[in-house]
């Protein structure tokens, strides 16, 4: 689906829910894997790769209004699933916080961080922003 389908979609939604109730959730997504691992300006961070999502009336209007996961900026495409009330939504992948993540999902934080370490620059280099990507 193209960007503009899924803005096209998302209008459509909030003319058609224009009426509902706005609420406020703090949903969380399903994590699928870690793709990647940073250590930027003394924050740790993973890229996360996020389970597909298919939501609900009550979860789409939460999830149209929820400021931490908006859907037009984390949607990588929205498709029709099961009946007419319901939508598959793919996500982006996005950079979190460690301590962001450590409650959704059981990580080995040493392991990561070991990998992390073991492909640092030589000692006396300066770098400021440190990058880790898994294939």
């Known amino acids: 689906m193209a960007s503009t389908d899924l803005r096209d979609t998302l209008s459509k939604l909030c003319i ?8 406020n959730c ?3 997504w399903e994590i ?4 990647g691992f940073c250590h930027d300006s003394g924050e740790q961070k993973y890229r996360i790769a996020w389970q597909d999502s298919v939501l609900s009336k009550t979860d789409l209007m939460c999830s149209l ?4 996961w908006p ?4 949607a990588r495409q929205i ?3 099961g009946s007419g009330s319901q939508l598959r939504v793919a996500w982006k ?10 409650a959704a999902a059981e990580l080995t934080h040493e392991y990561w961080l070991g990998v992390y370490q073991s492909r640092k620059p030589l000692s ?3 770098v400021h922003r440190h990058w880790l990507t898994l294939h």
Do not use: C, H, M
């Not at 699928?32 to 793709?35: A, D, E, G, R, T």
């Open 16 to 23: 058609e829910f224009r009426d509902e109730a706005r609420v």
């Open 26 to 28: 703090n949903k969380e």
């Open 32 to 35: 699928k894997s870690i793709v």
């Open 65 to 68: 209004v929820n400021y931490k």
């Open 71 to 74: 859907l037009y900026r984390f």
């Open 79 to 81: 498709t029709p699933a």
């Open 93 to 102: 992948e996005t950079w979190e916080p460690a301590n962001a993540i450590f």
């Open 124 to 126: 006396g280099q300066l």
